[in-house]
């Protein structure tokens, strides 16, 4: 029997063109100046300090610019900074550093009213009848939990945050490796066999599946991966009920 439910985002709750046409313009647009304004922040010191490291081992981005060991309090480097994270926008690269900036920037933006969170139109009641259900609900996305909640919090259906029990990104670990999830499932204190992993990527649902865990692809129209190769498959979250037993 499932207890515990583990959701994706973009495709499963959300729709896949939220994320691409609003959200990452949105961080593109206001990097440089967000960077600039807020750089003596210790939280945003240390996600620079945390991309200098990943910019440094970039092989690829340093035949295209040169490599910097140490960041210094200048204008330059910060800009060299956010030339990269433009760079790693647009290759769409899994990206710790640049989630959890992203996630700073989202903040701004959903405070100012910039921004609110567009979910699939039945999310909201599914999520509601799930936890009414006593299931656990958590969520694993590559965005950073901040951004996470924050899409959970600002939202035409209120705040749907405290329906949520656990929240997983990338610190855990990549989505498309095994050990993340059993890492997930030995945070939530909960066997594997008892949890649903949700996802609208193939791969990300076979490392669930190695893991012990069991799987749903999201195959909605929109969504980039339309192959659920051997998964079980549901188009619409109303659907996942029948898989739940």
Same mark, same amino acid.
């Given at each position: 029997?499932?207890?515990?439910?583990?959701?994706?985002?973009?495709?499963?709750?959300?729709?896949?063109?939220?994320?691409?046409?609003?959200?990452?313009?949105?961080?593109?647009?206001?990097?440089?100046?967000?960077?600039?304004?807020?750089?003596?922040?210790?939280?945003?010191?240390?996600?620079?300090?945390?991309?200098?490291?990943?910019?440094?081992?970039?092989?690829?981005?340093?035949?295209? *610019?040169?490599?910097? &060991? /140490? %960041?210094?309090?200048?204008?330059?480097?910060?800009?060299? +900074?956010?030339?990269? @994270?433009? !760079?790693?926008?647009?290759?769409?690269?899994?990206?710790?550093?640049?989630?959890?900036?992203?996630?700073?920037?989202?903040?701004?933006?959903?405070?100012?009213?910039?921004?609110?969170?567009?979910?699939?139109?039945?999310?909201?009641?599914?999520?509601?009848?799930?936890?009414?259900?006593?299931?656990?609900?958590?969520?694993?996305?590559?965005? *950073?939990?901040?951004? &996470? /909640? %924050?899409?959970?919090?600002?939202?035409?259906?209120?705040? +749907?945050?405290?329906? @949520?029990? !656990?929240?997983?990104?990338?610190?855990?670990?990549?989505?498309?490796?095994?050990?993340?999830?059993?890492?997930?499932?030995?945070?939530?204190?909960?066997?594997?066999?008892?949890?649903?992993?949700?996802?609208?990527?193939?791969?990300?649902?076979?490392?669930?599946?190695?893991?012990?865990?069991?799987?749903?692809?999201?195959?909605?129209?929109?969504?980039?991966?339309?192959?659920?190769?051997?998964?079980?498959?549901?188009?619409?979250?109303?659907?996942?009920?029948?898989?739940?037993?």
């Amino acid at each position: 029997m499932i207890s515990h439910l583990l959701l994706d985002i973009e495709g499963t709750t959300c729709p896949v063109n939220f994320v691409s046409d609003i959200l990452f313009p949105y961080a593109s647009a206001n990097i440089t100046q967000f960077v600039e304004e807020n750089h003596q922040d210790a939280s945003i010191a240390k996600i620079l300090q945390n991309a200098l490291d990943e910019y440094n081992n970039d092989h690829e981005w340093h035949k295209k *610019s040169p490599q910097k &060991q /140490q %960041l210094t309090d200048s204008s330059e480097d910060r800009m060299n +900074l956010c030339d990269y @994270f433009l !760079h790693l926008i647009s290759i769409d690269k899994k990206s710790t550093s640049l989630k959890d900036l992203q996630g700073k920037i989202w903040k701004k933006g959903y405070i100012d009213g910039d921004i609110t969170s567009r979910l699939f139109p039945e999310t909201a009641d599914c999520l509601q009848q799930w936890a009414a259900d006593k299931l656990t609900l958590a969520v694993y996305s590559s965005g *950073s939990i901040e951004a &996470q /909640q %924050l899409l959970y919090q600002h939202t035409n259906n209120g705040d +749907l945050t405290a329906l @949520f029990s !656990h929240w997983f990104d990338t610190h855990t670990g990549p989505k498309k490796t095994r050990e993340s999830y059993t890492q997930i499932c030995q945070t939530m204190h909960v066997e594997p066999n008892k949890v649903l992993f949700v996802s609208d990527s193939g791969d990300e649902c076979d490392a669930a599946e190695q893991a012990g865990v069991q799987t749903l692809f999201s195959k909605r129209a929109g969504n980039p991966d339309q192959n659920p190769k051997h998964h079980r498959w549901v188009g619409n979250l109303r659907d996942l009920a029948q898989h739940l037993s």
